[in-house]
C-alpha cells in the first residue's frame, strides 16, 4: 500500500475545494482590512498607504460616541452576564439532577435558539411600554438585554470548566475545616477563573457586534458602533467604515486569541 | 434512600434553584418574557400610528395570508407576502445546499490534516465565525459592487466595457448569506468526521469500491447528524435573516426578517409583525427539534451511523 502511496482518506477534489473556500473566507475581509488604509477614497482602486480614514473616523464625533456607548453596554453586559452565568453554572453541575433542571437549561439556551428578528421585536413590544410606564429612556434596556443574551456564551465555558474540574481539592479544604465560603473563594473560584474569564471575553464579543436587537431596542441617539455603521449604508461607502470595520475586527480577533489561549491551557 | 440523604438532595435541588435564580430573573425580564408579551400582540387590535389598542382580533393573523380590501372590505390572498415567504424559504434553502457543497470538503480536509495542521486550519474557520456579522456582509458586499474589486478588475483587464451589476438582487443576497454561514456549516460537519473511523475507509477499498461508492454509502451515512445538524445550523439563522438582505438586497429583495421589520416601521401594523414573528419562531423550533433529534442519534449511534 505505502508502494502505492494511496492515501484512502484523500478524496478528490476536497482539498482544492477547501483551498478555495478559504480564499473566498478570507479574501473580502482582507480587501476591507487593506482599503482602509488607502489615501484615496476608492474601495477598489489603490492610492497608497496612509492612515487618513483612520484620522477621519477618530475625529467623528458620532464615530467617537458610539464607540464610547458600544464598549460601555459590551463592558457591562459582559460582566453582568458573567457573573449570572457562574452562578447558575455552579447551581446546574456538580450535584445530583433536580427536578425542573430541564427548564433552566432552556431557558438559559434560549437566546441561541430564538431567531434575533424576533427577539428584538418582542423587546421593542416590551420596552416600548417600559418606556412609557417609567418615562425611563436610559442605556439600561441596551445593558438588560445585552447581558440576557449573552449569558449562554458566558455559561457554556464555565460549565465546561467546573465539569471537567477535580473535586478532590475542595474535600481536602472541607477536611481541613475550611468554611464552604472559604473554600469557595480560595479553591474553587482560582480553579473555575479561565472558565469564567473565557466566558467574560466571549459575552464581551458577542454584545460588542450585536446589531439587531440594538437597532430594535435604542432610544434616539443611542447608536452603538454597528448600528452607526448600518444607518451608514444610505450613504455612500466610504473607506471610514472600513476603518472603523477593521478596528472592531482587531478587537475581536485579539479577544477571540485570549479565549483560545484560556480555554486551551485546560487540556 | 435515608431520611438525611433525602433532606441533602432537597438542600442540593434548592441551592441549584437559588444559583440559577438571578440569571433566570433576567432571561425572563429581556429575553423570554417579553416573547409571551408578543403573543398577546399579536391578538389585538392595530393603532392608528403603530403600536396597539386593546381588544381582541384575528386581524394579525389573517393578516400574514389575506390582505382586506380598502373600498369594500373583502378578504383577498396578500400576493406581495406569498413572495416574500417563498423568497425566504428558497434562499435559505439554496443557502444550505450551497453551504453544504463548499463546506463538507472544507471539513473534511480539515479533519485529516495532522493534529498540529489541524487546530489551525479549524481556528482559521472560527474566526470568521466569531467576527461581526455586518462586517462580514460589508467586506462581501464591497467585493460585489459597482465600484467593488471584481468589477474594477474586469474592467481593467478589459473583459467588461461597463460595471456589472451584482449587488441589490437576490443573487446577492443569496451569496452574502453562504458566505456568512459556512462555518455554521463546517463547524458541526468537522466534529462528525473528526470521529469517523479511517479503518472503515481501508476497509471499503480492500472490498474494492470505488471513491464514489466510498464517499456515498460509508462516509455520508456515518456522518449524517453531522450534516443534519450543520444543515439546520444554517437553515435557521437564513430564515431570520435580517442584516444580509437588508444590506446586500436593497429595498426589494425583503426577507421575512426584514417583512416584520417593516410592520413596525413602516407598515404601523405591530398585530401583524407580532403574528408573522411568532410564525417564524415556531417554524425555527421546529426546525430545532430535529436538530436535537440528530445530535442524540449521532450521540447514541456512535461509531455504528
Known amino acids: 500500500m505505502a508502494e502505492r502511496n494511496f492515501e484512502v482518506s484523500r478524496l478528490p477534489g476536497f482539498a482544492t475545494t477547501a483551498i478555495i473556500v478559504f480564499i473566498i473566507l478570507y479574501l473580502p475581509i482582507i480587501t476591507l482590512m487593506v482599503y482602509s488604509f488607502n489615501g484615496g477614497a476608492s474601495i477598489a482602486l489603490w492610492e497608497g498607504f496612509s492612515l487618513r480614514w483612520y484620522e477621519i473616523a477618530w475625529n467623528n464625533d458620532a464615530v467617537k460616541s458610539a464607540t464610547m456607548r458600544s464598549l460601555t453596554i459590551a463592558a457591562a453586559a459582559s460582566v453582568i452576564s458573567t457573573v449570572l452565568a457562574s452562578m447558575a453554572a455552579l447551581g446546574t453541575t456538580r450535584r445530583d439532577k433536580f427536578k425542573g433542571q430541564t427548564v433552566i437549561y432552556v431557558l438559559i439556551n434560549q437566546p441561541l435558539m430564538v431567531p434575533e428578528i424576533v427577539t428584538a421585536v418582542a423587546l421593542l413590544i416590551f420596552f416600548a411600554a417600559v418606556k412609557v410606564a417609567t418615562g425611563y429612556q436610559g442605556l439600561g434596556y441596551l445593558i438588560a438585554a445585552h447581558s440576557a443574551f449573552c449569558i449562554p456564551f458566558a455559561y457554556l465555558p464555565i460549565r465546561a470548566r467546573l465539569e471537567g474540574m477535580d473535586l478532590t481539592l475542595e474535600v481536602a479544604a472541607s477536611d481541613l475545616y475550611a468554611s464552604s465560603w472559604q473554600t469557595f473563594t480560595n479553591v474553587t473560584l482560582p480553579l473555575l477563573m479561565p472558565g469564567v474569564l473565557a466566558g467574560a471575553m466571549l459575552a464581551f464579543v458577542i454584545s460588542l457586534d450585536d446589531v439587531i436587537i440594538t437597532e430594535f431596542v435604542k432610544s434616539g441617539g443611542q447608536d452603538t458602533l454597528p448600528t452607526y455603521m448600518l444607518g451608514q449604508l444610505r450613504r455612500a461607502i466610504t473607506p471610514e467604515v472600513n476603518a472603523i470595520s477593521t478596528a472592531l475586527l482587531g478587537l475581536t480577533v485579539v479577544m477571540l486569541t485570549a479565549f483560545f489561549l484560556l480555554t486551551r491551557k485546560k487540556n | ?305
Do not use: C
Open chain 2, 1 to 305: 434512600m435515608s431520611r438525611a440523604e433525602d433532606q441533602q438532595k432537597k438542600a442540593s435541588a434548592r441551592n441549584g434553584w437559588l444559583l440559577s435564580a438571578p440569571a433566570l430573573a433576567l432571561l425572563i425580564f429581556a429575553a423570554a418574557g417579553p416573547l409571551l408579551i408578543m403573543v398577546a400582540y399579536s391578538f389585538m387590535v392595530k393603532g392608528d400610528y403603530g403600536n396597539v389598542k386593546w381588544g381582541f382580533s384575528w386581524d394579525g393573523w389573517v393578516g400574514i395570508l389575506f390582505e382586506r380590501d380598502i373600498f369594500d372590505g373583502t378578504l383577498r390572498l396578500a400576493s406581495a407576502h406569498l413572495v416574500i415567504f417563498l423568497r425566504s424559504v428558497k434562499l435559505s434553502l439554496l443557502t444550505t445546499i450551497i453551504v453544504f457543497g463548499f463546506g463538507f470538503p472544507t471539513a473534511w480536509f480539515i479533519a485529516t490534516r495532522n493534529p498540529r495542521a489541524r487546530a489551525i486550519w479549524l481556528f482559521l474557520i472560527t474566526i470568521p465565525f466569531w467576527t461581526n456579522l455586518l462586517v462580514r456582509t460589508f467586506a462581501i458586499g464591497e467585493i460585489l459592487r459597482t465600484e467593488g474589486l471584481i468589477n474594477t478588475l474586469l474592467l481593467r483587464l478589459g473583459i467588461i466595457d461597463a460595471p456589472l451589476q451584482m449587488l441589490y438582487n437576490e443573487g446577492a443576497v443569496l451569496v452574502g448569506m453562504a458566505y456568512v454561514y459556512l462555518p455554521l456549516m463546517v463547524l458541526p460537519l468537522f466534529a462528525a468526521i473528526e470521529q469517523f473511523d479511517m479503518k472503515l475507509l481501508e476497509a471499503a477499498y480492500d472490498l474494492y469500491a470505488s471513491r464514489f461508492k466510498v464517499l456515498w454509502h460509508v462516509i455520508l451515512p456515518i456522518v449524517r447528524p453531522g450534516i443534519i445538524a450543520g444543515s439546520i445550523l444554517v437553515f435557521v439563522p437564513s430564515l431570520g435573516a435580517y442584516v444580509t438582505p437588508r444590506v446586500l438586497g436593497g429595498g426589494k429583495n425583503m426577507m421575512i426578517g426584514n417583512f416584520i421589520e417593516l410592520q413596525f416601521g413602516q407598515g404601523r401594523n405591530w398585530p401583524l409583525g407580532a403574528a408573522l414573528s411568532m410564525t417564524l419562531l415556531v417554524i425555527v423550533s421546529i426546525a430545532l427539534l430535529f436538530y436535537v433529534r440528530a445530535i442524540n442519534r449521532g450521540a447514541k449511534g456512535g461509531g455504528h451511523g
